[in-house]
């Protein structure tokens, strides 16, 4: 009885499980599959060797044989014999059963292993010598087969003896007539067995991601750009070139980490400011992406070799993205509803390849090619088919308005930012021929590069309040709109414009405890209690405002001690605000009386008692 064995699972032309990747789906049908697929070993060669042959027999519970036929009123020749050996040993089957028949006509079976057809009467041959022709075959192949994806035809003349090897896959390189002929024969069908393998591998590596791209641009070099699976194969190559996580831009860092705040010659309410930034700034627990403030020697050079990297990624996957665009364009009609699909998911993916870039921008310090990057990611977007790219858009254009922001106030005290580079607005993509496709939302993200810190300040203010309205307030969001909020009233405090920053800070508070963020909250609450330290320095009558910050900052201590549940409050920052609210306590009993001054240092010294604080 034939045999189900079958190893279509392991056909490099076999199509890839749905689940693999939505492109496949709307492509048309893989050529025909393999029967059986199996892999010979030679000498020292390995070889994925596909087989249609049928007549594959299961004999007992173990053993597989083919059926071969046998007419006895034909002469027999050893290039039959040559025939049965080479079909079982590409088919992996240990056994032959030879029928033998007269006209059709029966006569009897014959059971041969593999190893014993050379010896067969009028089938016999030296096996000795196939070998060594094989073995010829294959290093011939090995030595001018190198390049990897390569497509070459392998031809021999009819009547000669001599081998000739075409590379099918060079365009403009041969001039024979037998080389423009085998293009033609295989251009589509190598393209689509380049295509299906590239689609069956598992980028597990980095070198298996870059034999997945070069079998995808084989596969784009033979279909081209008027053949949907050439187009498919150009986004298949931007996937190879970007990461495989979801693109979300990250939050920018605000100011000095808490060791740099404890190390400074602040006072306790400054480190209680600079410690409640840096947690506010870094509201969404990520990795900081700004510009390193004392780079080690040597890594200027290193950050500029990675920038160019991820340049090249970006801008070429971004190149094949614009392109399939555009052929998704010319084939695509208002009512095929798979080809707007496939429309929006190239605009998705060429908006985020822009974000990617953006962010690899504003991470090395190039502000001004970041806002160039989101004006131009803009018309990949519309919204109104995308909302969520919309989001991370404004998200992402709104961190970058933070770090001029910051750029800005360190330009201020320093001579250490380099205007020119943060303003350069020229980035890898500027010679890419972007499609016009939307313009409804470039000019939201059509600004100048200047370092003005309440004018970057608000226009990330309004973005981040877009972007959570549009993402029905999701907590990333508004984490990010209350930092914005907490930046804004720290500029503001820093200009003496105490009303305003206090209408910020209430504004970052009402948001952080709309996402349930009472640690953000509670930092919240030690900026507000700056305000009212400095305008105690002022004022001549200093009790009520110090007795005004006492009371933020046992706010703040009082959220820390009950925060929610998927929040963990660092010892040292509840320390921190312990030793602000102490130093606070202190100041504000030398304006009391000696009844109220007592009570207000033993509140101060069971608060240090219970948090460690000596």
């Excluded at 045999?3 to 025909?32: G, N, V």
């Excluded at 969001?477 to 910020?504: D, I, P």
């Amino acid at each position: 009885r034939p045999t189900e064995h079958d190893a279509r699972a392991r056909d490099p032309r076999a199509a890839p499980t749905p689940a693999a990747s939505p492109i496949e789906a709307e492509l048309p049908q893989a050529p025909k599959q393999f029967l059986r697929t199996s892999v010979v070993r030679f000498a020292n060669y390995s070889v994925l060797v596909g087989t249609d042959r049928p007549l594959v027999f299961q004999l007992d519970s173990e053993a597989r044989a083919t059926l071969q036929l046998c007419d006895i009123t034909r002469a027999p020749s050893p290039l039959t014999g040559i025939d049965y050996y080479l079909d079982n040993l590409f088919a992996s089957v240990p056994e032959m059963v030879l029928c033998i028949h007269e006209n059709g006509v029966v006569k009897g079976y014959q059971r041969v292993a593999t190893q014993d057809i050379p010896a067969l009467p009028g089938l016999s041959f030296d096996p000795a010598i196939v070998a060594s022709s094989a073995r010829d075959v294959f290093a011939f192949l090995h030595e001018h087969c190198r390049e990897e994806g390569g497509t070459y035809w392998l031809y021999r003349p009819a009547g000669a003896s001599a081998l000739h090897l075409y590379d099918i896959s060079a365009v403009g390189n041969a001039e024979s007539p037998v080389h423009e002929r085998a293009r033609e024969m295989f251009a589509f069908p190598v393209g689509m067995l380049c295509y299906r393998m590239a689609a069956n591998l598992d980028p597990d590596s980095t070198a298996a991601k870059e034999q997945q791209r070069t079998l995808f641009r084989r596969a784009n070099a033979l279909l081209g750009d008027e053949d949907r699976v050439g187009l498919a194969a150009r986004e298949r190559i931007a996937d190879t070139l970007l990461p495989v996580a979801p693109l979300t831009s990250q939050p920018a860092p605000s100011s000095p980490s808490p060791r740099h705040a404890r190390s400074s010659k602040r006072t306790p309410a400054s480190q209680s400011a600079a410690i409640a930034a840096q947690r506010s700034a870094g509201v969404a627990r990520r990795a900081p992406s700004g510009p390193s403030s004392s780079p080690a020697p040597g890594t200027d050079t290193d950050a500029e070799s990675d920038l160019a990297a991820l340049e090249a990624d970006y801008s070429e996957a971004l190149h094949h993205l614009c392109i399939a665009i555009r052929g998704a364009f010319r084939g695509s009609r208002a009512d095929d509803v798979h080809a707007q699909q496939r429309l929006r998911r190239l605009r998705r993916k060429a908006a985020r390849c822009c974000l990617a870039l953006a962010a690899a921008y504003r991470s090395h310090g190039r502000i001004g090619a970041a806002l160039r990057v989101h004006e131009l990611a803009a018309r990949f977007v519309v919204e109104r088919d995308d909302a969520e790219v919309a989001c991370e858009l404004r998200e992402s254009a709104g961190d970058t308005l933070l770090v001029i922001h910051h750029i800005a106030t360190q330009s201020a005290s320093s001579n250490a930012v380099d205007v020119a580079k943060t303003t350069d607005t020229a980035t890898a993509i500027d010679h890419l021929q972007i499609p016009p496709i939307h313009h409804a939302l470039r000019l939201e993200f059509h600004r100048p590069v200047t370092l003005e810190s309440e004018r970057s300040l608000s226009d990330a203010l309004a973005l981040y309040a877009r972007a959570a309205a549009a993402s029905n307030s999701s907590r990333s969001s508004l984490r990010r709109l209350g930092n914005a909020h907490n930046e804004m009233g720290k500029y503001l405090m820093n200009a003496q414009r105490f009303t305003k920053a206090r209408q910020a800070f209430d504004s970052a508070m009402r948001v952080f405890q709309q996402c349930g963020d009472s640690i953000n909250e509670a930092l919240v609450h030690c900026n507000i209690a700056k305000i009212y330290r400095i305008r105690g320095t002022m004022e001549r009558s200093p009790d009520g405002v110090l007795s005004d910050a006492v009371r933020e900052y046992e706010q703040a201590l009082q959220l820390l001690a009950n925060p929610s549940a998927d929040e963990t409050v660092p010892p040292a920052l509840s320390q921190a605000i312990g030793r602000d609210f102490v130093s606070a306590s202190i100041a504000q009993a030398d304006t009391l009386s000696a009844h109220d001054q007592q009570r207000s240092i033993v509140k101060a010294e069971e608060t240090a008692n219970r948090l460690g604080i000596p």
